[in-house]
């Protein structure tokens, strides 16, 4: 998702650059997620610096994931990874002898510092589960309606179609984020494409329509499939941009939409519409008079080259309160559409498909209330 | 067999009866074969079966010479014995419901057996207690996360333990304050239980050695060999049995229980409208009789129970309660307590709701996403209600609430006999037309308002809650 | 359709514990001794049959274990090891089966009749059972029947038997039914007072016991589906044992103990179920109609998806699991797929049974049809109510007809055309040795010839299709038989009546019509009823049994001169006075038609009377006096008696030269009276009268 930032290949900085470590795992490996990547950035930072008392560390991490968070125009599913692991930190140092034999912080170090691809296969392993569950949503016949490149959905679609013959018939429709007349086409088509070629190649009709045919579509669909970048604590689902407008229509016919999503997305957020979203995104832009697009272009490119000039080394935050109104500011602009992000409130989601299980939104809150208290 | 007189059509009692006397295997297929045949059919029958069922089960079990029977061993048979009846009769959700009771009682026992102490002693007790009586025992004792926290060695049981008894102590909070539907309240009444925190969502980055229940089917999976057998003599089959026995008092006592809210939801000159004839709502309404005074419309559910509702109505209740065991305590009608009852069809029902104050519903269970599988004709009444802005109040017992989640409605919908719809001599229509007379419907969560079970009222996206507490996650599908 | 409330019934078990009937036993008679199925039951006993995919015994052992039935008595009949060898693998074997015990009777029975008496020597029963055939499908909840019946039994001892029938509407009625039972009952009582069977097409006149009309109520119903079920008593196998030539339960057991009621006094009753479903896969329009009630759920709890191994969807199409459906097939409501069939592209199933492991290929058009397991439906094949067997493979682009039956194993080459209601077997069938296949039929690599059916007793066995013009024409016969019985009292047709008697003429029929007739004549006879009734009713009886003119004749004359010389032994008269009399009074039944074949059935009447005379005492008195009389009461004229005389059949054998000797006076007299007047006869009549 991240991949048309270039990562800075300047690996002479003074210390490990987490950054560029955070945006090479991304590119190296297509089915990385971002708070996986995250948190294997991290990792490696531990594994980098030789920092050894439990204070030190902490400080670190919380330090460095604010710098990651800054380098990026959307932090949130980063943030979640980042988040995730130091909790599981505080958590595992807070409990002694929570790791049986050993049990002090070497120990847990050793632990993590030696299975940082265990976490990566965990991650995997847990969206086959999610496929596994999520297959279970589609029936003889039934038509789903889909968005975006997540891949646990294509992973979903996937599973149910390798189930043929005999297993269920089924259609899809695939939400693609932007007309084939648009200037980005060739990124738009490859985010959902090779999944559309996949079913295709089982046989599963695949139909492709812009999110301006949505409605015309819906009488024809059975339920809604969606990915998600964050899951917030209300149980609503930060996603590609649309997915909220797919959710009000599809509630607006009485048709279900699902969200399949890792339980690593949660993230401590509590957005009661898209302006809380700490992402800076001008989807909306209020001009005077119609500028041409080369304008629009180069202004564009210099957004993105400034924001990766200016990357303030927030100072990490002890309470939460605060951390959010700060995180409002940091991070910089998403300029590109299809990076843009909306938010779909918990009310029109019908169900959460995680590795953990079906859940509610209101399930999730749960979820991170334990996390965080 | 010698009780079974020829005269007698097998059914609940005959089973009952037969349970005593003949060996497991024959009961379990005996049990399968009446619930194929539909001779044992609607949630309490089939619970109080199972129950039954499983204890004798649990009894039988075989241990090896010498040894007691192994928490492992008496699970793997459990589970067996559960596969295949839930295998016989999908729809009946509460037969499944019953076995993942048991099956946690017996992991319950696991964890002791592994020299937890007292925590998991004290969850397990919420395990059962929680759908017994009101929580507040667990509720009290994990007031400080320390008590439960001294020195003792973690493993996934105590978790689960602490997992367990924080919600539960939610649960215990639902009862006080009145549950909304808004997840924005959550926080508020969690943070009670102050539970240490133990999230699945770390089961990403956990160590092996303390893998989280839920990425571990079993915990310290089978082959008890590993586990310490229990210093004191006990077999564990005793506390098992014991606990199922909690079980069926459970399953006998949640329609007193559920009555017991029925003044804080019926109020003076009401009217009340019911669907098809439940003992559970009939309690209900009769317990708020006791003190108030209000209008019952009762609609008759056509075709498949208005008989039943008429015996009801009318009072004469020599048809069988499919619903109850016990019959006597129904012959008190509502109009001989003094409740103003109105008898319609189910065609007047959306025409009578302008006037409704309350639906009050039974079900035939519920889903973990708080969605009903009730008596055809209930979404009808929901919908109406929604029309024109009444509170739907589905009362059911917990043990009919399932930890499945709808995949696909229609697989718990049942078709029934047609000849009901109309019979079959005059049958012109056989060949030309396709008659369906549906027993059962899916009654989507948004049509519900509140529940109230035997733990008191929820709100249809707090039902996961209880369903955490009653069934272990590794249970979810036998 | 919830089963009794375990409250009552659990008094019901308390108050009649003590007695013996704790254990409720069922005798399943599987084999109906018939051959409606064949050719598929050729090689495959009827109960063995797929029926919606499960095997049609299993239908009814599922019944009894939901009636609380604990012991069965199986009686197998034709393929006996296929069934011990199905039944002893099933579930029904197994020590967790409801069935308490389960005995296969082994006996060369060849009729329902000797299974019953079978039954009765061994003695296996004790208490009221159930006697049900191995066909049936029923959801009834039999308690309540038994519970009447018991109560009845306590009350009186004579009631041995409660028969189960359903009643059934118009529609239904008009089915094509190879059998239409009648029954006349009382419905005050639920008994049962006559019973008879017609055939669609035939007479359907009743003759039953006229002081029967004494009742204050009589119900006479054709709208009843008897569903061979029965609540019987040890006393009735004993009855069967009595009767030892009945047969069917039903046509000759049941007719002859209500016939004979006043001899036995044994009463049978019914219960008549309306709002549960029973029924028998008595034949194949049945078998179809089943089918057809079963996945639209007439027989609830006996669907397909009751054990769950079925998945009903939405669409009303029942699927097991591994069913592998092409994308662009469709398959429309009321249709079942078996385990791991397989269906091709752009085919169209509907109203369909498709057995498990069925290969069906693409671009196949199934309406209406049955296949069974494993048979192999190839491409562009279109098949229309049939039925086709296991493993039967249909080439590519064949066509089968309306009514086919291909048999198990059959191979059709590609492209064939098979006939409607065409019936193809590989079977060794009893009637045709040879099992060359038929190239013309099946095609150079096809497998099977054409099965014929063998003259039996059956008109026609009831196709799976329900032919509309035979059944116009079956009503066309119907409203004949009506004007029939308006004109029986002008006491003519009885020559018309031959025409469509004989269609359905099937012998012990005929000969039960002539004991019965000279049976009852003979009584009149004695009571001295009017000629004219006792013509009316032989009418009747003839009507109800369509006997034919010469029946009908042989039973007059068998009757009468049982009658004269009964009447000659008893109170010695002169023979010549009874026999004056017994024509004077009864000559109106010899002469019944004023027809042109007067002559010739005059001389077949005096045949019969010389036959019927040759084992009478002193028959060539009454041979002569007879034929005196006929013929001075002129009801036959001389060239009757000439012809008869002359008649080679008169002295085919010894005895008949011997007793017909006898009287060659009367007939040279007969020859003389033609010269010589009144005087020459007075005196033969004298020498006559000397001779005695």
Same mark, same amino acid.
């Given at each position: ?5 270039t ?10 650059d ?11 490996d ?8 995250a ?20 400080d670190?991490l ?22 995730l ?16 034999s ?43 309606l889909?968005?975006?490149g ?5 992973a ?16 899809v ?12 086409l060739?990124k738009a ?17 695949v ?12 009488p024809l669909?059975d ?9 917030v ?7 590609r ?7 009000l229509l599809?509630?607006?016919a ?10 690593y ?7 009661l519409?898209?302006?809380d979203?700490p ?15 080369e ?13 990766k000039?200016?990357?303030?080394g ?14 409002r500011?940091?991070g ?10 909306d ?12 590795e ?5 939104p209101?399930?999730v809150s749960?979820?991170l ?5 | 067999? +010698? ?5 007698r059509t097998?059914?609940?009692t ?12 024959t009961c379990i ?13 609607h949630?309490?029958?089939?619970? &109080? ?8 089960v ?5 241990a090896?010479?010498?040894?007691? &029977? ?11 014995v559960?596969?295949?009846l839930? +295998? ?18 017996i992991?319950?026992?696991q964890?002791?057996?592994r020299g ?6 004290l969850s397990?007790? &919420?395990?059962?207690?929680s759908?017994?009586?009101t ?29 367990t ?8 909070t639902?009862r006080t304050?009145?549950?909304a ?9 969690t943070?009670?239980?102050?539970a ?15 893998s ?5 089917p079993a ?5 008890g060999t ?25 399953l ?15 109020? #003076? ?6 669907y098809?004839s439940s ?19 009762? +609609?008759?559910s056509?075709p ?6 008429? *015996?009801?109505?009318?009072?004469n209740t020599?048809s ?16 001989? #307590? ?9 065609? *007047?029902?959306? #025409? ?12 035939? +269970? ?7 599988v ?8 929901a919908?109406a209600?929604? *029309? ?10 917990t ?13 718990y ?11 079959y001599?005059?049958g ?7 008659v ?13 308002d ?12 707090y ?15 036998i | ?13 308390k ?7 704790d ?16 050719? $598929? ?5 009827? /109960? ?15 019944f ?10 199986f ?22 089966? =409801?069935?308490?015990k $389960? ?6 029975a060849?009729?329902?009749?000797d299974?019953?008496r %079978?039954l ?11 006697a ?6 029923s ?12 109560a009845?039994r306590?009350?009186d001892?004579?009631?041995?038997m ?7 509407? =118009? ?5 094509q039914?190879? !059998?239409?039972?009648?029954?006349v009952?009382?419905?005050t009582?639920d008994?049962?007072l ?14 039953f016991?006229?002081n ?8 006479i ?10 609540? /019987?008593?040890?006393?009735?196998l ?5 009767? $030892?030539?009945n047969?069917?339960? @039903?046509?000759?057991?049941?007719h ?17 179920v ?9 034949d194949?329009?049945a078998y ?13 709890p ?10 009903l ?7 097991e699991d ?11 409501? /009321? ?6 069939a397989?269906?091709?592209d ?11 492991h069925?290969? !069906?290929?693409?671009n196949v058009?199934i @309406?209406?049809?049955?296949?069974w397991?494993h ?7 279109? !098949?229309l ?18 009514g086919?039956?291909?048999?198990f194993?059959?191979?059709l ?28 039929l ?9 099965y ?26 119907f409203s ?9 009292h002008?006491?003519h047709?009885?020559?018309?009546s031959?025409?469509?008697?004989t269609?359905?003429? %099937?012998?012990d ?13 003979f ?12 013509r ?7 009507f109800?049994q ?7 004749r ?9 009658y004269?010389?009964?009447q000659?032994?008893a109170?010695?008269f ?30 077949s ?32 004229d ?24 006898f009287?060659?006076? $009367?007939?040279d007299w ?23």
């Open positions: 998702m991240m991949a048309d930032i990562p800075p290949t300047s690996h002479a900085t003074e210390a490990f987490i950054v560029s470590k955070y945006h090479s795992l991304l590119s190296a297509a089915d990385l997620t971002p708070p996986i990547a948190i294997e950035s991290l990792i490696a930072l531990l594994t980098a610096s030789p920092v050894t008392t439990i204070s030190e560390t902490l670190l919380s330090h460095s994931s604010a710098t990651l968070r800054s380098s990026v125009p959307n932090w949130i599913a980063l943030s979640a990874g980042t988040d692991f130091q909790r599981y930190l505080v958590q595992t140092l807070n409990r002694p002898g929570a790791l049986g050993g049990g002090d912080f070497g120990y847990l170090r050793q632990h993590l510092l030696s299975n940082g691809r265990l976490f990566v296969q965990r991650a995997k392993k847990a969206r086959a589960k999610i496929a596994d569950e999520g297959r279970l949503f589609i029936h003889e016949g039934s038509t789903i889909t968005n975006g997540s891949r646990v959905v294509s979903l679609l996937l599973r149910a179609a390798e189930s043929q013959p005999s297993g269920p018939r089924f259609r429709i695939y939400v693609l984020p932007l007309s084939s007349s648009s200037k980005t060739g088509e490859g985010e959902g494409q090779p999944t559309i070629t996949l079913l295709r190649s089982h046989s599963v009709p139909a492709c329509i812009p999110y301006s045919a949505l409605a015309t579509a819906l669909i339920l809604v499939v969606v990915g998600a970048e964050g899951v604590e209300n149980g609503g689902i930060i996603s941009l649309g997915t909220h407008q797919i959710g599809a509630r607006s009485g048709k279900p939409m699902y969200v399949a999503a890792e339980s997305k949660f993230v401590r957020l509590y957005p519409g898209m302006s979203l992402v800076r995104q001008n989807i909306i832009k209020f001009e005077p008079v119609d500028e041409d697009k304008e629009e272009e180069e202004e564009e490119v210099r957004a993105v080259m400034d924001g000039e200016k990357t303030d927030a100072e990490n935050d002890e309470t939460d309160a605060d951390a959010m109104a700060k995180r500011q940091q910089k602009e998403i300029t590109s559409l299809e990076d843009a992000v938010f779909t409130p918990p009310n029109l989601i019908s169900a959460l498909i995680t953990n299980g079906v859940l509610t209101s399930a749960e979820e209330i334990k996390l965080w208290f | 067999m +010698a009780p079974d007189s020829g005269s097998p059914g609940l005959s089973f009952l009866r037969s349970l005593s006397s003949e060996p497991d295997e297929e005996q049990f399968i074969a009446l619930l194929r045949r539909r001779q044992i059919r949630s309490r029958p089939c619970a &109080v079966a199972t129950a039954y069922l499983l204890r004798r649990v009894a039988q079990a075989k090896e010479p010498g040894k007691l &029977v192994e928490a492992a061993r008496l699970l793997q048979r459990v589970q067996e559960g596969r295949r839930v +295998a016989a009769q999908p729809r009946e959700l509460v037969v499944g419901n019953v076995v993942r009771r048991v099956l946690g009682l992991r319950e026992e964890d002791n057996e937890e102490g007292d925590i998991s002693g397990s007790e &919420v395990g059962i207690e759908g017994l009586q929580p507040q025992i667990p509720s009290l004792g994990k007031g400080d996360p320390l008590s439960s926290l001294n020195g003792t060695t973690r493993a996934t049981a105590d978790m689960q333990a602490l997992h008894s924080q919600s539960s102590a939610g649960v215990d639902r304050t009145q549950p539907s808004r997840p924005s309240l959550q926080p508020s009444h943070t009670f239980a102050g240490p925190p133990v999230t699945s969502m770390f089961s990403l980055l956990s160590h092996p050695t303390m989280s229940p839920r990425s571990s915990p310290a999976s089978p082959s590993a586990t310490p057998h229990p210093t004191g003599s006990n077999d564990i089959r005793q506390e098992v049995i014991e606990g199922i026995g909690e079980i069926i008092d459970e006998e006592q949640s329609d007193e229980q559920i009555a017991s809210y029925a003044l804080e939801h019926i109020h #003076a000159n009401e009217v009340i409208l019911t098809s003992t559970t709502v009939q309690r209900f309404l009769l317990k708020a009789a006791s003190k108030r005074k209000f209008t019952v419309i009762h +609609a008759e056509y498949n129970n208005q008989r039943k509702v008429h *015996a009801l109505v009318t009072g020599n069988d309660h499919s619903d109850a065991l016990t019959t006597e305590a129904f012959h008190k009608t509502l109009t001989s #307590a003094g409740i103003t009852v109105i008898l319609i069809p189910d065609s *007047a029902i959306f #025409a009578l709701m302008s006037r409704v104050n309350k639906v009050i519903l039974s079900t035939h +269970a519920i889903l973990s996403n708080g969605a009903l009730a008596t055809s004709g209930t979404k009808l009444v919908k209600a929604k *029309a024109h802005h009444v509170p739907v109040v589905v009362l059911s017992g043990y009919k609430l399932s930890p499945k989640y709808p995949y696909d409605p229609d697989m919908i049942e078709y029934g006999d047609v000849s009901k719809v109309f019979p001599q005059d012109e229509l056989v060949e030309s037309v396709q369906e007379n549906p027993i059962l419907e899916f009654v989507g969560p948004e049509c519900v509140m529940y109230v079970t035997n733990l008191g009222g929820h709100a249809p996206s039902l996961y809650r209880i369903v955490r507490d009653q069934y272990r996650d590794e249970d979810v599908d | 359709m919830a089963p009794k409330p375990p409250k009552s019934s659990s008094s019901k078990g108050s009649q514990g003590d007695e013996k009937e254990v409720l036993q069922a005798v399943v008679i599987a084999d109906t001794f018939e051959t409606k199925f064949a050719p $598929f039951t050729l090689e495959r006993p009827r /109960c063995l049959l797929p029926l919606a995919n499960a095997p049609i015994v299993e239908y009814t052992l599922d009894l274990a939901q009636s609380g039935v604990q012991e069965i008595f009686s197998a009949g034709s393929h006996t090891d296929q069934v011990e060898k199905y039944i002893d693998e099933s579930k029904w074997r197994l020590n967790t089966s =409801p069935f308490k $389960f005995t296969f009777l082994k006996s060369a060849t009729s329902v009749g299974v019953m %079978d009765d020597q061994k003695g296996l029963v004790n208490g009221d059972f159930l049900v055939s191995g066909d049936v499908i959801n009834f909840t039999i308690a309540e029947a038994l519970a009447k019946h018991k009845r306590q009350k001892k004579n009631a041995i409660t028969m189960l029938l359903r009643e059934i509407g =118009p529609r239904q009625r008009s089915r039914r190879s !059998i239409i039972p009648t029954f009952m009382d419905p009582k008994r049962c006559h019973y008879e069977e017609s055939r669609p097409g035939q007479g359907s006149g009743l003759a016991d006229p029967l009309l004494s009742q204050a109520e009589l119900e119903r054709q709208d009843l589906v008897d569903c061979r079920i029965d609540i /019987c008593t040890p006393e009735m004993s009855l069967w044992s009595d009767n $030892f030539d047969q069917s339960p @039903r046509k000759d057991f049941l002859g103990v209500l016939k004979d009621y006043e001899l036995n006094g044994k009463t049978i009753h019914t219960h008549i309306s709002d549960y479903f029973a029924s028998r896969v008595g194949l329009g179809a109609t089943l089918s057809r009630e079963i996945t639209s759920r007439w027989t609830f006996a669907c397909p998806d009751v054990d769950a191994k079925y998945k969807s939405r669409q009303g199409v029942y699927r591994g069913v592998t459906l092409a994308r662009s097939c469709r398959v429309k409501p /009321c249709s079942i797929i078996g385990r791991g397989s269906i091709g752009r085919s169209v199933v509907q109203d369909s049974v498709i057995g498990r069925c290969q !069906i290929g693409r058009h @309406r209406h049809a049955y296949i397991d048979a192999v439906v190839e491409d562009d094949v279109k !098949i109510r049939a039925i086709i067997g296991d493993e039967a493979v249909i080439g590519k682009g064949c066509s089968i007809g309306e086919a039956l291909i048999s194993g059959v191979r080459d590609q492209g064939r055309h098979i006939a409607s209601g065409c019936r193809i077997t590989k079977a060794r069938s009893s009637n045709n040795g040879s099992t060359s296949s038929d190239k013309a099946v095609g150079e690599a096809g497998k099977g010839y054409c014929v059916e063998e003259e039996d007793d059956e008109i026609k066995p009831v196709g799976l299709v329900y032919q509309r013009e035979e059944f116009a024409a079956s009503n066309s016969s004949s038989t009506d004007s029939q019985d308006s004109e029986v002008s006491g047709g009885g020559l018309r031959e025409s469509f008697a269609t359905g003429s %099937d012998d029929g005929t000969d039960r019509f002539h004991h019965e007739a000279v049976h009852s004549l009584e009149r006879m004695k009571i001295g009823t009017h000629q004219d009734d006792v009316v009713e032989l009418m009747g009886l003839r109800a369509n006997a034919t003119e010469d029946q009908v042989r039973s007059v004359v068998n009757a009468l001169m049982k004269i010389s009964g000659g032994e109170e010695n002169e023979i010549s006075v009874v026999v004056k009399q017994s024509i004077a009074r009864y000559g109106n039944l010899i002469q019944r038609d004023q027809s042109q074949e007067a002559t010739t059935a005059g001389v009447f005096l045949l019969e009377a010389q036959k019927d005379l040759l084992h009478r005492k002193g028959g060539e008195q009454i041979l002569l006096h007879l034929a005196k009389e006929l013929y001075d009461q002129d009801i036959f001389e060239e009757v008696f000439s012809d008869w005389w002359t008649d080679e059949r008169s002295e085919s054998t010894e005895e008949l030269r011997g007793i017909k000797e009287s060659r006076q $009367f007939l007969l020859a003389a009276a033609d010269e010589e007047g009144e005087s020459a006869s007075e005196t033969e009549d004298e020498e006559v009268d000397e001779e005695d």
